[in-house]
């Protein structure tokens, strides 16, 4: 039986490639996250899940953050996963943004920034080893697929601060059927 590559699945080519057809699944999951943030009332933005947890402005932030980090650690830059300070471009993570379409606008920025690194590495790139400076070693792609597993589970978190104020979370697969 020929297992293929992630490209090749079974010997058959995704279309548009796996780097594509990769990116696709991360403006999946970032289409859910932005509707997400238009969901949460400017006065919710300072909120946490519960005490002692980052706000709902952190989480969104340090989902970019985290992003941006590992797309740039990656590509061969620098590991750097502090939000970006004033005037830098593009300014994200943190207190840095606060309402929901100031989100959307710096997570499109982020995610073009990654996907050219990941068009630049290829599949042959996503699958060299990287050495990170926080303990990981193998592998690109799996250290990359680490920004989805991140995003989505900072927005449950989010979710979590919308459930507790009344508020129904998006529906996952596009839009909820009447």
Known sequence: MNQ????????????????????????RVREVTVRTARLVPDALWPESPA??????????GHVLDTERGIASGVGGGPWDFEPAGEGSSPPVGGSL?????DFA??????????AAVLQRLGETGL????????????????LVDSIRENEVH???QVFIVLRKHGLKPPWLYGEEAG
Request: no cysteine.
């Open 97 to 101: 943004f606060h309402p929901a379409e």
């Open 127 to 142: 699958w060299a080893e990287v050495v990170a400076p926080f303990g990981y070693r193998g592998p690109a792609l799996f």
């Open 4 to 27: 293929g590559s992630p490209s090749q699945p079974g010997g058959d080519a995704l279309p548009g490639g796996f780097v594509q057809a990769y990116l696709h699944e991360l403006d």
């Open 105 to 114: 606008r710096r997570s499109a920025e982020v995610r073009v920034e990654t």
């Open 51 to 60: 005490a002692g947890m980052m706000t709902v402005a952190e989480l969104l």
């Open 154 to 156: 900072h927005r449950g």
